[in-house]
């Protein structure tokens, strides 16, 4: 049964399109099952642009139980496009860096 879209939550929706683009950046950065064959770099970027603005606008409003780990696998993509990267990014360059400062190191 598919449940109305006034029934559900807007934390629900805003973490699920979280985990949507987190899931197709990691795919883009090379880091699901078959690797390099769907490494694209420039739409990773893009991906984790989005899920980064997205972050940190949602943050205030779905509170720091749902926005922690939303913040913690951005970073983890965050640093794996950095690894990933031929020509690294100046710090606070990087993909969403600029919404959430420069992302350095493990």
């Known amino acids: 049964m598919t449940r109305d879209i006034a029934d559900v939550p807007a934390v629900e929706v ?3 399109v979280a985990v949507h683009l987190m899931s197709s ?22 991906l984790i ?23 913690d696998g951005l970073k983890s993509l965050q640093l794996a496009f950095r690894e990933a990267s031929v020509v690294p990014d100046e710090p606070g360059q990087g993909p969403g ?8 190191g493990r």
């Open 14 to 16: 805003i973490t699920t």
């Open 25 to 46: 950046a990691a795919v883009n950065l090379g880091l699901a099952e078959g690797g390099e064959e769907h490494k694209d770099l420039d739409e990773a970027r893009k």
């Open 49 to 71: 642009n989005a899920l980064a603005g997205l972050v940190t606008a949602a943050a205030p409003d779905i509170g720091t139980y749902h926005a922690a780990p939303l913040r």
């Open 97 to 104: 860096e600029k919404f959430t400062g420069p992302v350095l």
